[in-house]
T-cell receptor
Framework: AQKITQTQPGMFVQEKEAVTLDCTYD???????LFWYKQPSSGEMIFLIY??????QNATEGRYSLNFQKARKSANLVISASQLGDSAMYFC?????????????FGKGTLLTVNP | DTAVSQTPKYLVTQMGNDKSIKCEQN?????MYWYKQDSKKFLKIMFS???????INETVPNRFSPKSPDKAHLNLHINSLELGDSAVYFC??????????????FGPGTRLTVT
């Protein structure tokens, strides 16, 4: 079974509008972290935001916020006031802290296109 | 200053050759990783080293051999290259101590093309 599911292969949004990128995860470990990364067409991987499983509040970083619904096992990324430069591939990833697990497990990504 | 650097950025080679990719991080992190991104953009962990010790080896063919001479370096050597090895290889590092932010910092990637 996939540990990270991103059901939207592609999304379109108008400039200045908000967009939500979906991510659901599967784990039996009570302690885990959820990450979002951005990969523009230039190829680099850029860390955006982190949410720990025990964090009481949803994470926010500038225009990025993470809508964390633990019972539903979802960690959607919300980008407010989209900009043309937000056009990129977005990856949701999880790290399970049990057993000294050091790896990130990635979803298949969502390609976001921001239209002018 | 580049936090995680990889060389080379592009690598084109023929089947059967042996090649290496080098990675260096200047962040003082304890843990380094190699990921492979295939043509469909799927990212998968290959190896992880913590304080020069191998801690993850994810069903990677033994033609791939990582080497960590010190905490700041993690190199990837690939023997007898095959067409299916064509991909982008990312090096990453993280600080895995209590109180750290745990995110992994990625290098710029090495695009390997095997012909």
């Amino acid at each position: 079974a996939q540990k990270i599911t991103q059901t939207q292969p592609g999304m379109f949004v108008q400039e200045k509008e908000a967009v939500t990128l979906d991510c659901t995860y599967d784990t039996s470990d009570p302690s885990y972290g959820l990450f979002w990364y951005k990969q523009p067409s230039s190829g680099e991987m850029i860390f955006l935001i982190y949410q720990g499983s025990y964090d009481q509040q949803n994470a926010t970083e500038g225009r990025y916020s993470l809508n964390f619904q633990k019972a539903r096992k979802s960690a959607n990324l919300v980008i407010s006031a989209s900009q043309l430069g937000d056009s990129a591939m977005y990856f949701c990833a999880m790290r399970e802290w049990g057993g000294s697990n050091y790896k990130l497990t990635f979803g298949k990504g969502t390609l976001l296109t921001v239209n002018p | 200053d580049t936090a995680v650097s990889q060389t080379p950025k592009y690598l084109v080679t023929q089947m059967g050759n042996d090649k290496s990719i080098k990675c260096e991080q200047n962040l003082g992190h304890d843990t380094m990783y190699w990921y492979k991104q295939d043509s469909k953009k799927f990212l998968k962990i290959m190896f992880s080293y913590n304080n020069k010790e191998l801690i993850i080896n994810e069903t990677v063919p033994n033609r791939f051999s990582p080497k960590s001479p010190d905490k700041a370096h993690l190199n990837l050597h690939i023997n007898s290259l095959e067409l299916g090895d064509s991909a982008v290889y990312f090096c990453a590092s993280s600080q895995d101590r209590s109180g750290s932010s745990y995110e992994q910092y990625f290098g710029p990637g090495t695009r390997l093309t095997v012909t």
